[in-house]
């Protein structure tokens, strides 16, 4: 996990957990980034995350944690 932001873990539209990733176009690596996020979320009990990307978007349902992937301009500008 790239970042832990307690408090922002009992705020709906702030995220907690950060995952920062070049790409996740290829499935291992997007596995990888996804197993990371899910078991931070378990630790923490929080249920959405942030994936920091160059330039994709995704929205992505694990049970009930919801983790969507941004491009970093997006990111950087709110």
Do not use: H
Not at 8 to 28: A, S
Not at 43 to 53: D, M, P, S
Request: aromatic share 10%; with cysteine.
């Amino acid at each position: 996990m790239d970042f832990v932001i307690p408090q922002n873990f009992q705020k709906d539209n702030e995220f907690g957990i950060v995952q920062v990733c070049y790409r996740m176009e290829d499935e291992k690596t997007r596995r990888s980034e996804v197993n990371a996020i899910v078991k931070a979320c378990e630790e923490f009990k929080v249920n959405q995350a942030l994936i920091i990307t160059r330039d994709q978007w995704e929205d992505i349902e694990v049970g009930d944690i919801r983790i969507k992937a941004i491009p970093f301009i997006q990111w950087v500008i709110g």
